[in-house]
């Protein structure tokens, strides 16, 4: 769609997900905001070499030998920029507005998954009232 130079939008990717998921009889499948979200921040997975991956695997067990798998989680962080503004919005001819800065107040997200694949609750982490870099 990017080389037709079509927008796609959120709901437009959970439509066609949906299909999908019906044509592969997925039963369980929502294709939800969460989903959604996820799918937008897969574009950073192809960064990691393979090799890299294949050395990495006999550490891994090493590390988590000894753990439960319910006691085995992933950890990410995200950004939510919660007052910034959608970079598409409509537009009528007669309006004068050029672009405007976006608002960078945000918090960062932790999110947690078991091995098993249970989800977590998220953890939200805010701004300090009193940095303690600033404490004299």
Do not use: H
């Not at 970079?87 to 947690?112: A, P």
């Amino acid at each position: 769609m990017k080389a037709r130079n079509i927008y796609v939008s959120g709901p437009m990717l959970q439509k066609q997900a949906l299909k999908f998921a019906a044509g592969l009889k997925l039963p369980k499948f929502s294709a939800s905001n969460g989903w959604l979200e996820s799918f937008r921040s897969t574009r950073e997975t192809g960064d990691v070499k393979e090799a890299t991956i294949e050395n990495w695997k006999p550490s891994l067990i090493k590390i988590c030998n000894g753990y439960s798998l319910k006691d085995i989680f992933n950890l990410d962080e995200t950004r939510l920029f919660y007052k910034a503004v959608s970079k598409r919005s409509l537009e009528m001819k007669c309006d004068t507005t050029k672009g405007v800065k976006n608002r960078k107040e945000r918090v960062s997200i932790v999110l947690l998954t078991k091995v098993l694949g249970e989800k977590e609750k998220q953890i939200v982490i805010g701004k300090a009232k009193n940095p303690r870099c600033f404490k004299t």
